[in-house]
């Protein structure tokens, strides 16, 4: 579904990614693990656009993707969820939700919405209070939501878990096992590998800008937890 071959960014001076080649098939769900400044959201951003790259491509469902607008690769089936759980505050849980379901009719939208609320209580008994004033955990749940509500067949998650209690961990990761029931194809970012782990069929190590080894979770864990304490 996604073939990402020998992708360089730098920012400046800075080479974030260098020669980073990863692939996600259909049905999968693709761990990518690394300390800080592995380099692990700038390949995210680089996938939805909002990052330039300066070499290599960038192909979903076999279609080069690297030249098309954010917009144009959330409307090919990319979803995002953003790091640092990023909602607008002002505006109300339910209106946060639906933004992301841009482009649906209203009765999709409704249904979407309704499907949430029922994965998510959360989302129906706060739908009209601003997202601001909601804790951590309640936050990643509506940016989460938001990225589901127009049903991505692709979803990208940049550390879902960051600075979650393990009651908000443990409610995410269920989250995320309700949208693989549904197909749908995931590659998350995450430094407590432990929990991502458990969510994952294949992963990747990320160090210093470049992929240090890939294989199944099993083939990766010991290395992954290791990093996670890096
Ligand atoms: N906008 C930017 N301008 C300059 N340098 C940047 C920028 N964004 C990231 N970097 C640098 O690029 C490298 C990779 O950062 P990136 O955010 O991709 O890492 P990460 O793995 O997501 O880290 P974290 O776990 O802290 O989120 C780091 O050295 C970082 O300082
Ligand atoms: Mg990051």
Request: charged fraction near 20%; charge should be positive.
């Amino acid at each position: 579904m996604l073939s990402i071959e020998s992708l360089e960014v730098r920012y400046g001076g800075i080479t974030a990614l260098r020669g980073v080649s990863i692939d996600v098939k259909e049905g999968e769900t693709v761990l990518l693990v690394g300390a800080n400044g592995a380099g692990k959201s700038s390949l995210i951003n680089a996938i939805i656009g909002v990052v330039p790259t300066c070499g290599g491509t960038i192909r979903f469902k076999g279609q080069d993707i690297g030249a098309l607008s954010c917009d144009r690769r959330a409307k090919a089936g990319v979803g995002y969820s953003p790091e640092g759980r990023r909602v607008f505050p002002r505006m109300s849980v339910a209106d946060n939700v639906l933004s992301g379901a841009f482009g649906l009719g209203r009765k999709r939208q409704q249904e979407a919405f309704d499907w949430l609320c029922e994965a998510f209580p959360i989302l129906a008994t706060r739908a009209h209070q601003p997202a601001g004033q909601l804790s951590g955990g309640e936050q990643q749940i509506v940016a989460f939501a938001r990225a589901m509500s127009s049903y991505p067949p692709f979803l990208l998650l940049d550390e879902p878990f960051l600075g979650l209690a393990p009651v908000w961990i443990q409610r995410i990761s269920d989250a995320i096992r309700q949208v693989q029931k549904r197909g749908t194809t995931i590659l998350m970012t995450e430094q407590m590998a432990r929990p991502a782990l458990k969510l994952a069929t294949r992963g990747y190590v990320m160090r210093g800008g470049e992929v240090r080894r890939s294989g199944s979770v099993a083939e990766i864990r010991d290395i992954a937890l290791a990093e996670e304490y890096l």
